[in-house]
């Protein structure tokens, strides 16, 4: 398994997230359009947040089953928290957070965000 290494764009909040990026999910509902994040989901344990946990402001909204995770200082979004639908903690890990990461070469599969 590979580790990335991530943070916020200030660099208050920084991370490490352990898995192969085999894909991003590019959704339109309301929030993930404005800001344009390319999310990969990871069970919750493979997030270690490294600094900066006490940065992080969350936003939830419609159903608040996701906890869109920012920084309090530079507003910055690199992930969200919640279950999958077997109940499992996971992580929306935002690809765009992600250090020396090459996005052309994701496959990027859409979601209908709206829809829900």
Request: negative net charge; proline residues 3%.
């Amino acid at each position: 398994m590979t580790m990335h290494k991530g943070s916020c764009h200030c660099g208050k909040v920084t991370y490490e997230v352990e898995g192969e990026v085999d894909g991003g999910l590019a959704c339109n509902c309301s929030i993930c359009q404005r800001k344009g994040a390319l999310l990969w989901f990871v069970p919750r344990e493979a997030l270690r947040i490294t600094a900066g946990e006490d940065a992080l402001t969350t936003y939830t909204f419609n159903r608040h089953v996701i906890r869109h995770q920012f920084c309090a200082t530079c507003g910055m979004h690199p992930f969200g928290l919640g279950t999958d639908p077997k109940g499992n903690e996971m992580a929306a890990i935002n690809l765009r957070c992600i250090e020396d990461i090459d996005l052309a070469a994701v496959p990027v599969q859409t979601f209908d965000g709206r829809a829900l």
